[in-house]
């Protein structure tokens, strides 16, 4: 049954258009009665604290702030009206008049009204004022350029840009526009396009005090702020964003982890060891004891054409057996660890591309690959892991205190589970120095290899077999037991989330079955009604 051994090795394995822009000028600090009113449209006022300065029933919003960003979301979606009419009805205009000014100056390229309207705004650091006007006296300097008068536009590069005494390497730039306009790459911008304009609002707005210019979209950001909070404090989150809503806080149940079996898949006629779902979560595939699914042969590996069963090629080497293997993610090659403790890698048609000999890989071995080809990740003795890149032939050690018997990598490739001799699950981060991040207990595992994974939203969760018959699945972040899924009636070896499907977790198990977990039926149907969800088949297949 594929016992750990030392001797045998186990086979079980302010961006605004111009449009925008103007009536968010025209309606700021807002001077004209407007014509209607929204009072008896108000069903009520908001509730505030004390001396009416703040809304909420904390008292921690500022009443002053939370009308202007109102007021500034209203605008950006285009409701002018709505922003004209909240700042009239409110009394807090969303910019005060200096600062209506000089938008507007901008907008209308009045380069020097803009300056001196700059100096102005009374609560400007120096360095704040140097850089802003940099950005404004820079757009003076290319809009003479591009109307031909080099004189005026020296003028302004000598005695307005340069005694700002600042990012020097941006004035050498421009001094090499007047000597050589064609290299001028800024040229392909238009000064008199609305786009531009904006854009230069939007450099300035990052300069500015968010007091001075909110910052765009920021009720939308402080919402996908709270909406992220709900999300990580969700210890069974696993839902896309998209089904997030305002109307209610977020809250995942036990539900929306899968754990009820869906289709019990009874092909193979032994012991299931592996099984992997295929990166587009189309595809299971599964290994046995019968030898089904992937054939281990007088030690070579044989491609097969999933629809018809023919074996399409046969990889190996003279007097080499093979211990694992895999794809490439371009599906384009394949790699695999050898007896002799290398690691070769073939192209489709049996050519061996590369080769990396010495203490490569041990009898009992897991492979895997990154996404981007360039890592090659293998146990390279009993207690380490090997992490070998392709290009710069560089190569570093995971060293762990116990016997490792299995590993799997994050879909992002930057993090490795191990699973340890000694019942314990290990999360190595893989990025820079290799370090441990989380430790996760409660499986048993006393004599045989037991794979785990990640899975779910954002790979939240761990999953792994048992030799006590159930499937467990932790919290990745906090290292919390969440489920432990009876079902199967022999050890748990292997088990694959659905990288393509959040709900799905397959298991194989020595009881000779593979079983396909889901969402609680009952909850589902409830959902179905409202989402539109196919029901599962929850027969054998």
Not at 25 to 32: A, G, N, P, R
Not at 279 to 286: E, F, I, M, Q, R
Not at 393 to 404: A, C, T, V
Request: hydrophobic share 40%; glycine share 8%; charged share 25%.
């Amino acid at each position: 049954m594929g016992v750990v051994e030392d001797n045998e090795p186990p086979f079980k394995r302010v961006k605004v258009p111009i449009g925008e822009s103007k009536n968010f000028l025209e309606h700021s600090s807002v001077t004209e009665p407007v014509a209607c009113s929204l009072g008896d449209l108000m069903v009520r006022p908001l509730t505030s604290q004390g001396d009416g300065e703040t809304v909420g029933s904390r008292g921690v919003i500022k009443r002053l702030e939370f009308v202007k960003i109102i007021t500034r979301t209203l605008y950006s979606l285009g409701y002018d009206k709505s922003g004209a009419l909240l700042e009239e009805e409110s009394g807090i205009p969303l910019h005060s008049s200096v600062v209506g000014l000089f938008m507007k100056q901008v907008i209308d390229e009045q380069w020097d009204e803009s300056v001196a309207t700059l100096h102005k705004i009374g609560i400007l650091d120096e360095t704040t004022v140097k850089l802003a006007s940099f950005i404004l006296w820079e757009q003076k300097f290319l809009k003479l350029l591009k109307m031909d008068n080099v004189v005026a536009a020296l003028d302004t590069l000598r005695n307005e840009i340069v005694p700002l005494h600042i990012n020097l390497n941006r004035v050498h730039e421009l001094a090499t526009c007047i000597i050589s306009p064609s290299r001028c790459l800024i040229f392909g911008q238009d000064t008199k396009d609305a786009n531009s304009r904006a854009m230069i609002l939007e450099k300035l707005q990052k300069l500015l005090p968010p007091t001075v210019m909110i910052p765009e979209k920021r009720l939308e950001h402080l919402v996908e702020k709270a909406l992220d909070v709900q999300r990580d404090s969700c210890v069974f989150h696993n839902t896309l964003d998209s089904d997030l809503s305002l109307y209610s806080d977020h809250q995942c149940g036990r539900n929306q982890i899968p754990s009820q079996t869906m289709q019990i898949l009874e092909a193979h006629n032994d012991e299931v060891w592996f099984l992997q779902f295929s990166h587009n979560g189309k595809y299971l595939a599964s290994s046995s004891k019968d030898q089904s699914a992937v054939i281990w042969e007088e030690e070579v590996i044989r491609r097969w054409d999933a629809s018809s069963g023919e074996c399409i090629h046969v990889y190996e080497k003279a007097g080499v057996g093979l211990v694992s293997c895999g794809w490439f993610p371009d599906g384009m090659g394949i790699f695999s660890g050898m007896t002799d403790k290398s690691i070769c890698l073939w192209d489709l048609d049996g050519k061996e591309l590369e080769c990396w000999k010495g203490q490569r890989a041990v009898r009992i071995s897991d492979t895997a690959i990154t996404d981007d080809g360039k890592r090659i990740i293998s146990i390279c003795r009993d207690t380490a892991i090997l992490l070998l890149d392709r290009e710069v032939k560089f190569e570093r050690l995971i060293e762990e205190e116990e016997i490792i018997t299995s590993f799997s990598l994050s879909k992002d490739n930057k993090f490795l589970l191990v699973n340890l001799i000694n019942q314990e699950i290990h999360l190595w981060s893989i990025e820079g120095n290799p370090k441990i991040i989380s430790k996760y207990k409660g499986h048993t595992r006393t004599r045989f290899v037991i794979r785990s994974c990640f899975g779910g939203f954002e790979q939240a969760f761990i999953a792994s077999g048992s030799e006590d018959s159930q499937v467990y699945i932790w919290h990745r972040g906090s290292g919390e037991l969440l489920l432990a899924l009876p079902g199967h009636s022999g050890a748990v070896n292997s088990v694959s989330w659905n990288p393509a499907n959040l709900h799905m977790l397959a298991s194989g198990s020595d009881d000779r079955t593979i079983r396909i977990w889901g969402l609680n039926h009952y909850n589902l149907k409830q959902r179905a009604q409202s989402n539109g969800i196919v029901q599962p088949c929850n027969g054998r297949s």
